[in-house]
């Protein structure tokens, strides 16, 4: 008897925290390059999240499938959010082959050389930014987050976001883009003001400097006839 009622006043206070004390954020973020307003492509590579100061509750966070298409020599969606352990799926859309790698920390993969048709995956189990790369096409370039909760959105089109579902708590505020310097902000979730304006400047190039999964320049790939 006394097990059981354990065991609903345990239920109870994570209902408690997942609900009563949840917060939902929202407001807008306003991407410029150059002095001008970004292009509106740019807005769906933003991503918005929360890290709490202390741990609390991860609120629901499912382990998802997810797709990082590989279509007319880009990865698309270019910037892909998830929870750790999702499985991200690499398809292959196009008539040539590609090669999707990684050589992020904790999250370094190789799924090799396949044709147009065929997919492979990976299971990211590391929370952390990892950078995909082709090892076929330099241009080729897509950026997988992996979060250890589900405090975390992208922006849509126009600028707006939110962010439901956050605990009571202080944490900071982090506002991401990968050609951006990350905006980050000590914030408590309880006085959040719905409606704040973000800006984000771009102006990092669309195309890092990056080698081969060799660790090689693509010049020297493309001499081996791979």
Sequence with gaps: MFR????????????????????????????????????????QDTVIYFVPNEPVAKGSMLTETKEMKMEKKNFSPRVLPVTTGSTVNFPNLDP????????????????????GGEKDAHVFDKPGLVRVYCNV??????????????????????????????????????????RAKVIKKEVNTSSLQTGETFKLNLSK???????????????????RNY
């Design 137 to 178: 096409h330099h241009a080729m370039v897509g950026y997988i987050l992996v979060f250890d909760n589900a405090f975390f959105t992208k922006i849509e089109d126009n600028g707006n976001f939110k962010l439901a579902g956050l605990p009571e708590t202080s944490g900071k505020l982090f506002i991401w883009h990968p």
């Design 205 to 223: 190039r669309r195309i890092p400097k990056h080698k081969n999964k060799l660790g090689e320049s693509y010049r020297k790939l493309r001499k």
């Design 96 to 115: 040539i082959l590609h090669n999707a790698f990684s050589t992020s920390t904790n999250n370094n993969f190789d799924l090799g050389l396949y044709s």
């Design 4 to 43: 059981s009622l354990q065991f609903i006043l345990f239920v109870f206070i994570q209902y408690l925290s997942l609900s009563v004390f949840a917060v939902d954020f929202s407001g807008v973020i306003e991407l410029t390059e150059k002095g001008k307003p970004a292009d509106k492509g740019e807005y």
